[in-house]
Structure formats: C-alpha cells, structure tokens
C-alpha cells in the first residue's frame, strides 16, 4: 500500500524527520507511539501533502489496484482522491462552509474522479444517514459550519463520518482517540473498524494503549526525535503504557 | 471638464464656488490620497442613448432609473421629482446638519451638477428594490430623498453595469424615525470602464432608530463610496458594513464616517473582501464619539485576503474620541487564505481552486448572512455564487 523509504523532512529550516522507513501493507493496522514533537504529526501531514513541509531526502511510494505511485509528485486533493484521508489531530474550523456542504464537495469530487456518478443533496442525506446514526451524530451537526464550534469530541467524531463518506484505501489517523469520552471511542473506534478491510490500510497515531484494546494493530511503531526506534507488536504499546519512553535509547 | 453648474436650482452656482475655491483633489488631499479622481472630472463626457436597468424580479416594489438618471417606473411606492425651491430648501437645511463639510469639494461638485432631485416614499414593509443601470458614455449626477414610513424596511439599490463608460454620482439621504430599523444594501456590479461616486447620508435623530448599511462591491474602474452615519439620540444603532470581490484593474476606496452625538448609542463597522489580479482596495474609517457621548459602544473590523501579488489593500482607522467612557475596538488585517483551511479542504479531495472558492464564499457570506431579509439573503447569496463561479470557474 505504502512504502516511505529514508524520508527526511524540514519545516523552516527545522529537520523533523530524520530518515523513517515504513511499509504498510494492504488490509494491515499499524500504530505509531512516540513522545510529543517526535514527528507524528509531520509524518502523517507528509503524507497527505501538506505544502509548509519540504521533503529533503527520500521516497514515499503508493500503490493501489497494483499500479505504483509517486505520491510525493502528486497535489493533496489528488492524493485524497486517490484513497488518502487524515483524520486531522486538530480539525480545522472553517466558519462560513456548512458542514453539509462540506462533505458533499468533498464526497463528490471523488465521486467525479473516480467516474461514479454525483449526488444530489437529498440523495447524500439519505446516504449520510445511517453514518450519523452509527457515530451517535445528529443531523443539526451538518447545518453548523464545519468544525465551528464543535466540541473536541465531535470534532474527532466529524472526522470519522468524513473516513466513512469517503471510504479511503490508506487512513492516518492522528490522535483520533484524544479528547473522546469512553463511549465515543468505542463509537470511533467502530467505525474505524467497519472501514478495516482486507484492502485497506490504517495507521493509526495515539498515545494511550486503551485504544488499541479496541483497535487490534498488527504492529506497533515508536517515533522518537524524527525515527522510528522501535517496532513490534501490541505488546509494545503495552510496554510503554508501562515504563513510558526513557527506556529507549 | 465642466465649468459652470447645472440649472436645477438656484444655488448651485454657490455650491460651484464652493468647489472651485477648494479645487480638484490631488494626491495630497488627506481624504483622496488613495485615489486620483481629477481625470475623470476633466475628461469630456458624450451621453448617449439611455440604456434602461429593467427591475429584478425578485422585488415586487421597484423603482428604476435608466443610464441618464431619469426614472422610468414605479409600483407600490410613490416618486416625485422636487421642485427647484422644494431642492434649494432640502440643501439649506442640509447645511446645518452635522453632515456638511465646507472642505468636502467633491461633494459640492456633486451638488452642483445635480439633474435630478427624486423623492421616494415607501409605504411598504418588505424590500424596495430600486435599480440604478450604468453607461451611456454620461455623467451623470441625482439625488435621492427616502421617505420610509413603515417601522421596519429594507432598501436595495442595484447599480448594473450596462455598457459603455459613464461617471456615475448618486447621493441618498435617510432620515430614521423613531424605533424605526432600515435596512440599506447596495449591491454594485459596474464594469471596469464604469466609475462612481456613491454618498450615502443616514440621519439618526431619535429615540432607538437602527440602520443597517451594507455595500457589496463587485467592480468599477474607480468606485468611491462615502457612507455617512450619524447618531444623535440615545439606544440608536448604526452600522455600515462592506464586502467587496476586486478583479482585473477594479479600485474601490470606502471612505466611511461614523459619527455618535449622543451617549448610549452604537456602532459596528465589518469590512472584508478578496483583491485579485492588479486590483486596489482603499478603506478608511473614520468613528467620531463627540465629548459628551458617555457609554457608546463602537466597533470596527477589516480584513482584506490578497490574493495576488500585484493587488493592493490600504487601510487606515481614524478614530476621533473624546468622551472617557466608551468601548471602542477596531482592528484591521491584510493577508492570504489560511493555509490550514485550504489544506484540510484539499486533503477532502477539493481541488485548490474550488478551495478557494468555497472559502471564498464563506468569507462574503458571512456578511450577507447578517441582512436579516430571507429574499434579499436568496439574491445575495446567488449573485456572489455566479460571481465566484465566473471567477474561479465551475469546478477546477
Ligand atoms: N509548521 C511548523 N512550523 C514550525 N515547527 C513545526 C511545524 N510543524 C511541526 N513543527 C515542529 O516539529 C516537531 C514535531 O511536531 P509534530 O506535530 O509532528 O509532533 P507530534 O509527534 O505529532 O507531537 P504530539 O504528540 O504533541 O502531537 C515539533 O517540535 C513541532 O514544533
Ligand atoms: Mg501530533
């Protein structure tokens, strides 16, 4: 699915990551841990294309339905299109955009891209429906503008409908689980769920070990200072639920 | 270049001197220095046929001027024509309002070419929908006088931009009754080889009168709107708010005036809009709390979103306070998109170009969203999407 050899990425002259190597495959989990400013939420942003981060050293490659890409050549709207989605650590507030209007930009320039056919208004409705059921949201969430306002929670919850309307190949989920009361995550975290497939990929970014109690990884990464230090499986985030990070050298 | 006044009325012989002794603005004149107007009152204009504005659909109480000022329809609402010494006593009596300012030459040009002189009472609760249409290759001067007799009204003014070049002077004068809330919302669309002087006077003499001015500006070679408020009585409320979306060589200078002569009352003041290409945007905004207006609360805020490198925002506040106990907050900014908004849109599969138009549109609704008119909010929001849809096209 994705292949990010020797990455090395600057923001203002700042070197953030310093040379990660991961491969992701098709239907696999993975979870990165890491202490704050480790490069989490660089590495994911990078992944998505964010335009304040340049990339100095590397490759990150993608593929779907057996055909290789050079994501790092490809605009963000396209890598979207593509089946890339980040679940943004802090969704950003966008007052004057209806949520509703929002998400169905969103849903139907894929749908464009991708040669499906568009949806009207009422038919997205009817389409979202069910999603909002699932994720415990009500319909007043899609007149309000997007993100304005909402609590932390409903703000990691209107992410997780986005994840579901677009139904991606390759999620990065960036702290997903922070600010969720026990409830919501057990909703996130079915939802998260319902998206696993055996086509489709997730890396997930937390802190807290409970989440991957629902969420099963099949390998658990620790970024420190700009590196992967450290892999395996759950036990490992188990481990450093447990001694935290000074262990590691 | 003219050089004697219009006969409308007898004293605008006077208010031809007036003009003369101060002359044409130049590039020092504190109030025009963002905008060099002196061509446009030396060129020759040549009028042509009248091009007639049509109505809007949308409003069934009209009134439309045609492209030489003169009025062709009516419904609903009644228009007359002032006499020359009905004109000449309006103007005496105007000149010991606070609005009169001696220096303000361009103003007493204005008046000094005055062809028309209307009156218009509105009867109606709803919105008066009145066009303005632009072009002929004239210059044109009139004037309008509201009656409004409803307690609560909005006035559209629509200046469609035709064909052909014109400079366009208008001037309309409120007077706000008691308890009474006009809505005022002039939507501008003239071409580039269209120019105009826009003044708006609104009078708050009374007791809780509430006006609420909002220009929406789409063009014109050189527009220079100059809305003047003033609150006299207390729990008055007066606002004029601007949304402007800039292309090609567009200039637009708002040249505000907001002046509180009575304690307790308040103002607000939002300003915001998009400069692309070589555009230039001028705004200057001026709040006045005369010494013995204690508790007023006024409030301004601009922000202009540059959108190319050769488009140019100038903005300054002029704030005139001399009573102690007041809030006044103003602030203004020049700057870009934000960078995480557009992002978070492009990681949605919504390309850069759409991006910005969707943000676009949030940002001009927002002011529009503030009308409290359902109709009137229709027809805003669809004129600004067809705009920023020729814009920025359709899709990518
Ligand atoms: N746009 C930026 N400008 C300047 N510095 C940045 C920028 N983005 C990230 N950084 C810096 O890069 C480092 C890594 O940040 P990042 O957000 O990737 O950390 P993180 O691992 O996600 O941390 P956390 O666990 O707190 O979310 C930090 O030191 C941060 O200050
Ligand atoms: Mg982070």
Redesign the interface.
């Known amino acids: 699915m994705i292949k990010i050899n020797d990455l090395h990425v600057t923001v203002e002259d700042n070197e953030i990551l310093k040379g990660i190597n991961l491969t992701i495959k098709p239907g696999e989990v993975h979870a990165i841990m890491g202490p704050n400013g480790s490069g989490k939420s660089t590495l994911a942003k990078v992944i ?5 981060y340049e990339v100095t050293k590397g490759s990150i490659e993608y593929t779907i339905n057996n055909q290789a890409k050079d994501l790092l050549e490809l ?3 396209v ?3 593509e089946g890339i ?2 679940g ?1 650590q802090y ?2 507030e ?4 209806s949520n509703l ?2 998400l169905q ?2 849903f139907n ?2 749908c ?2 991708q040669g499906a056919p568009k949806m009207e208004e009422k038919e997205f409705l009817d389409f979202l429906q069910p999603k909002l059921e699932e994720l415990k949201m009500t319909p007043a969430f899609l007149y309000r ?1 997007v993100n304005d306002g909402f609590s932390g929670g409903e703000k990691k919850k209107n992410e997780i409908l ?1 994840l579901k309307i ?1 139904n991606p190949r390759l999620a990065l989920l960036d702290e997903t689980d922070s600010g969720l009361d026990v409830d919501a995550l057990k909703v996130v975290a079915g939802g998260v769920n319902s998206f696993k497939t055996k086509f489709n990929s997730t890396l997930l970014i937390t802190h807290y070990q409970r989440l991957l109690n629902y969420i099963e990884p099949d390998f658990v990464h620790i970024l420190s200072c700009g590196k992967i230090v450290e892999s395996g499986d759950k036990s490992l985030a188990l481990k450093v639920e447990e001694k935290g990070y000074d262990w590691l050298a | 270049m003219i050089e004697s006044a219009a006969t409308l009325f007898k004293d605008q012989t006077r208010y031809f001197q007036g003009f003369e002794k101060k002359g044409l603005p130049n590039r020092k004149t504190e109030r025009w220095k963002f905008t060099p107007v002196a061509s446009l009152y030396q060129k020759e204009w040549n009028p042509q046929a009248a091009i007639s504005a049509g109505e809007l659909d949308e409003f069934s109480d009209f009134v439309s001027f045609d492209s030489l000022g003169e009025l062709s329809k009516s419904k609903n609402c009644e228009v007359k024509k002032l006499k020359p010494s009905e004109i000449e006593s309006f103007f005496q009596q105007f000149e010991t309002t606070k609005f009169w300012q001696e220096d303000d030459s361009l103003f007493q040009w204005h008046l000094s070419q005055l062809d028309h002189f209307y009156h218009i009472k509105y009867t109606g609760e709803e919105t008066l929908s009145l066009t303005h249409s632009l072009g002929s290759g004239a210059l044109v001067n009139y004037g309008i006088v509201f009656e409004i007799t409803s307690p609560k009204a909005t006035v559209l003014e629509s200046f469609l931009g035709t064909r052909g070049q014109t400079y366009h002077q208008t001037s309309r004068f409120f007077d706000l009754k008691e308890n009474q809330d006009i809505k005022h919302v002039i939507v501008n669309e003239a071409t580039p080889e269209q120019s105009q002087q826009i003044w708006t006077f609104a009078n708050l003499d009374h007791d809780k009168a509430q006006y609420h001015g909002l220009q929406v500006n789409f063009g014109g070679g050189l527009v220079r709107s100059n809305p003047f408020i003033n609150i006299q009585k207390p729990h008055s409320f007066g606002e004029f708010n601007g949304f402007y979306f800039l292309t090609g060589a567009d200039h637009f200078d708002f040249y505000s005036q907001i002046k509180h002569f009575s304690g307790e009352t308040e103002s607000n003041q939002v300003v915001k809009g998009l400069l692309h290409d070589q555009s230039k945007f001028a705004f200057t905004g001026n709040i006045y709390i005369s010494k013995n207006s204690q508790l007023v609360n006024a409030a301004q805020f601009n922000k202009n979103l540059v959108m190319s490198n050769q488009a140019q925002a100038f903005g300054q506040p002029q704030l005139e306070i001399f009573a102690d106990d007041v809030k006044c907050s103003h602030g203004s900014t020049t700057g870009q998109f934000d960078i995480d908004e557009l992002f978070y849109l492009n990681a949605r599969a919504i390309s850069p170009t759409k991006a910005k138009r969707l943000m676009a549109q949030a940002y001009g609704l927002e002011l529009i969203q503030m009308v409290d008119n359902d109709v009137l909010n229709t027809y805003l929001t669809g004129k600004l999407t067809s705009k920023l849809k020729t814009a920025y096209g359709e899709s990518r």
């Not at chain 1, 998505?48 to 304040?52: D, E, F, K, L, T």
């Not at chain 1, 966008?94 to 955009?97: A, F, K, L, N």
């Open positions: 998505a294309g964010h335009p304040s605009e963000p709207d890598r979207s299109k989605f980040l943004f969704p950003i966008i007052p004057g955009i209007n929002f930009e969103s320039e894929v464009e891209y503008p986005q677009l």
